[in-house]
């Protein structure tokens, strides 16, 4: 069964440093989608991508954050410089279109020291 | 933007018990989708349900779009349904997001 692949697992990082995550969605869905979850919490959509294109980064600390598609495959969400209130679990999820279903990857566990 | 609230947040269960687990929303949607998280932090995807009545094997969902509620029906439940269980809704155009509810979380005892 195809899966939303994510690395890595888990990380552990000091403040200031820079970290990156990478998702690779299940084949053929047009739309990648990165989500933030702080514990107790649902969800929260940091970015969206429609192949290539970003079409909804309103929640994104665009001055530390960054998130490229650039062959409307695989992605990578990057913090530079990490912050101690980054520490979240980092969500990569996929879909055939935007308004299909959501297949989640396993996620990245970032903590920030 | 759209409010998603769940009830009850917590819920402790007997195996073999049934429970509903709810979700009301607070405007119109065109995508309503129940999520299972595990204890590892895997989401999986339950039903995609924007309105009528699905089901797989012990699990069920109803939502009323009109009333802007959803119901999601665990009978006899196991030790491995625990974890949380999400609501999330998605209002407006094609490429409007996904809201997340803060989700219930379920301990099956044995």
């Known amino acids: 069964e195809a899966e939303v692949a994510q690395s890595p697992r888990y990380k552990i990082t000091e403040k200031s440093q820079a970290v990156a995550f990478w998702c690779d969605p299940i084949s053929g869905h047009a739309t990648l989608y990165w989500y933030r979850q702080i514990l107790g919490q649902g969800p929260e959509l940091l970015v969206q991508?429609?192949?290539?294109?970003?079409?909804?980064d309103s929640q994104l600390p665009k001055d530390r954050f960054s998130a490229e598609r650039l062959k409307g495959v695989d992605s990578t969400l990057k913090i530079q410089p990490a912050e101690l209130g980054d520490s979240a679990m980092y969500l990569c999820?996929?879909?055939?279109?935007?308004?299909?279903?959501?297949?989640f990857g396993a996620g990245t566990r970032l903590s920030v020291l | 933007g759209i409010q998603v609230e769940q009830s009850p947040p917590d819920l402790i269960l007997q195996e073999g018990a049934n429970s509903t687990l709810r979700c009301n929303f607070s405007?119109?949607?065109?995508?309503l989708q129940w999520f299972h998280q595990n204890p590892w932090g895997q989401l999986i995807n339950l039903f995609y349900?924007?309105?009528g009545t699905k089901q797989n094997g012990r699990l069920s969902a109803t939502t009323v779009a009109t009333e802007r509620y959803s119901l999601l029906y665990i009978s006899s439940s196991q030790t491995t349904d625990s974890g949380v269980y999400f609501c999330?809704?998605?209002?407006?155009?094609?490429?409007?997001?996904?809201?997340f509810g803060k989700g219930i979380t379920l301990s099956v005892r044995p």
């Open positions: 999330a809704v998605q209002e407006g155009g094609a490429n409007s997001k996904l809201t």
């Open positions: 999820a996929s879909s055939l279109n935007s308004w299909d279903i959501q297949y």
């Open positions: 405007d119109s949607v065109n995508n």
């Open positions: 991508f429609q192949d290539e294109s970003v079409v909804d």
């Open positions: 349900i924007p309105s």
